[in-house]
């Protein structure tokens, strides 16, 4: 059955995104806030808005809540967004249960890819390569011992279970860091995804990071947008992506696009998800050896730059999809569909302030003054304005910049970014 009221359980820019994709389908839209919250754009842009009991990140992560508020306002369906619930079986299971549907993967593929080890396992049984690590959740001992076992020069990641983003992520190279890289990464994860279960892998010491855009049906078709280059970050955190991924050799594109529809496919994955993969950037070629590390199994933050390249809405795709639409019926059989149109590149607007020693903290403040670029090929994705009082309970994500150039020339994508950036005026901030 065809979506027709929507709850959005998430806040911020990505739930302005959700009503706004809703709103061109014809749905109504419901936005939900904590008693902190009030303010947030969001609650303005859907269609209503209902308050949530608790403040703070709590509140959007309380699964009765969110139900009988989507049960309350006569919603059909509810979209978690990313962050928060987005790759929660349990708030799909509670959909499910009082007859919601849930936009976003099944109950089996949110079990899947929310446990590492298995999909690892999962990997290796699609003939999709894997780095070495962990079969599942590690002690610190245990993780001590995988070091060991690397050698000298070994070093390795320490990964949450739970979910991605970068929370609850850190290399450790020397042993001697290990108990303390630990225990603010089991923090980390308890508190980002209320699971501060920890495994292991390899560290990989450069490397490209590629991910792949899979879409599914529930028929069975699964189908790519293409690749996203993420690998300039900071602390394991994504800043910059980029779609396509520059330079990348067109038959280790291929290889790693097909390795990503082969284990969709394999695991009947529907809906939207990201297949992310390492690869060795010491030994780039068209036979440079990649490495599957996780599946986002939900919305990603710069879904924008493949919407950007491919014109293809993908949250009105999720939408489409989880009210029973095929692929082909979205018009996205067809593998042109997955072909680029020049380059696009998100920037990521973050409220922090610099520190002394150089530390990188989250920051705040009152929004005096909030004025977007605009422009042919630039589109920007926000929640900020003039007067607004942002809240320090939740992420310091305050905006994305996305610039699209039509030509060849990553270069134009690049100068374009640049000015978009440089004509974006925020004051407020601390």
Known sequence: MPVRSLLIANR?????RIARAAADLGIRSVAVYSQDDAESLHTRIADEAVALDGRGVPAYLDIDAIVA??????CDAIHPGYGFLAENAGLARACADAGITFVGPSVANLELFGDKGRARTAAAEADVPTIPGSAGAVTEDEAAEFLAGLGEGGAIMLKAVAGGGGRGTRAVQDAAELADTYA???????SAFGDG???VEQYLPRARHIEVQIVGDRHGAVAHLGERDCSVQRRYQKIIEVAPSPNLPADLRNRITNAAVRFASRVGYDNLGTFEFLVDASRMGEDAPFYFIETNARLQVEHTVTEAVTGVDLVQTQLRIAGGESL?????????AATPHGYAIQARVNMETITASGDVRPSGGLLTSYDAP???GVR?????????RTSPSFDSLLAKVIAQAPSTDFEDAVSRVQRALSEFRIEGVE
């Open 380 to 388: 920007t994705d926000g929640f900020g304005y003039a007067g607004y």
């Open 69 to 74: 508020a989507a049960v309350e306002a006569g």
């Open 12 to 16: 911020g820019e990505i739930a302005i």
């Open 184 to 190: 603010r990464c089991r923090s980390e994860a308890a």
């Open 374 to 376: 605009s422009g042919p």
């Open 197 to 199: 279960a920890l495994y």
């Open 328 to 336: 082909a019926d979205a018009g996205l059989a067809d593998p042109a």
